[in-house]
């Protein structure tokens, strides 16, 4: 079963940048997901990608700013994050599933993470206005 593992996340001020990485071992999986979770909120989708990196699917709220892709040679997962907003503060976690997933939030938006089986420890993202 793949286990991933996040980094990246730090404190910025408002409009700053962030990249955040997700290694998968062994491989990435057919579906990865980056969610997040502010205090007091419930989990959110941001970004999915397919196998591939052929198609990406993106929460409203962060298309233009955040990107989503992949370095199978790396087994790695990004996530890049410009022009942050202090409403981006929160915990992010990295995920892995199957085509089903990724199918699921294709369909009906981004998820809440109940497809995703495999999950990371999460890295923190603090953005100050």
């Known amino acids: 079963q793949v286990q991933v593992v996040e980094s990246g996340g730090g404190s910025v001020h408002s409009g700053g940048s962030l990249r955040l990485s997700c290694v998968a071992s062994p491989v990435i999986d057919s579906c990865m997901g980056w969610f997040r979770q502010a205090p007091g909120k419930q989990r959110e989708g941001v970004a999915a990608i397919y196998a591939g990196g052929q198609r990406t699917l993106y929460l409203d709220s962060v298309k233009g700013r955040f990107t989503i892709s992949q370095d199978n040679g790396k087994n790695t997962v990004y996530l890049q994050m410009n022009n942050l907003k202090p409403e981006d503060t929160a915990m992010y976690y990295c995920?892995?599933?199957?085509?089903?997933?990724?199918?699921?939030?294709?369909?009906?938006?981004?998820?809440?993470?109940?497809?995703?089986?495999?999950w990371g420890q999460g890295t923190q993202v603090t953005v100050s206005s």
């Open positions: 995920a892995a599933s199957t085509l089903q997933a990724c199918n699921h939030w294709s369909l009906a938006g981004p998820e809440r993470g109940t497809r995703f089986h495999t």
